[in-house]
C-alpha cells in the first residue's frame, strides 16, 4: 500500500532539461524497487528506467541510456528521474511505479502514479 504521486513535468524545448520527482506515502517505501514509464498518445507504455532498494543498481531503457538519470532518496521517501538533452521523442506522460524486484517489464509493478505530463517541442 503505497500512494505515489509525481510531479515536475510541463514544456521545454529540445536539449534542455526536466528534474521528475515522485513523493510516496508510508513507512515502507524503502522496501520497494522503483520504476519509471511513459506514454505517448496512441502508443503503448513503456520502460525507462528502475532502481533498486538502496539505490546503488539503475536499469534503462536503451533509448534514454547516457541522457536519464534515476535516483532515490529514502529518507525522503521520493525517487527522482533527471532528465537531459530532451527530444521530442521524449514527449509523454510519465508515470512512477513501484516494484518487489528490479525489472523493466510493466507486469512487475504493483503501484502507480497518476503521472506528469511532459511535452518537448523541437
Known amino acids: 500500500q503505497v500512494q505515489l504521486v509525481e510531479s515536475g513535468g510541463g514544456l521545454v524545448q529540445a536539449g534542455g532539461s526536466l528534474r521528475l520527482s515522485c513523493a510516496a506515502s508510508g513507512r515502507t517505501f524503502g522496501s520497494y524497487f522503483m520504476g519509471w514509464f511513459r506514454q505517448a498518445p496512441g502508443k503503448e507504455r513503456e520502460f525507462v528506467a528502475a532502481?533498486?532498494?538502496?539505490?546503488?543498481?539503475?536499469l534503462y531503457a536503451d533509448s534514454v541510456k547516457g541522457r536519464f538519470t534515476i535516483s532515490r532518496d529514502n529518507a525522503k521517501n521520493t525517487v527522482y528521474l533527471q532528465m537531459n538533452n530532451l527530444k521530442p521523442e521524449d514527449t509523454a506522460d510519465y508515470y512512477c511505479?513501484?516494484?518487489?524486484?528490479?525489472?523493466?517489464?510493466?507486469?512487475?509493478?504493483?503501484?502507480w502514479g497518476q503521472g506528469t505530463q511532459v511535452t518537448v517541442s523541437s
Open positions: 511505479a513501484a516494484a518487489g524486484h528490479l525489472d523493466r517489464r510493466l507486469v512487475s509493478y504493483d503501484y
Open positions: 532502481i533498486n532498494r538502496s539505490g546503488y543498481t539503475t
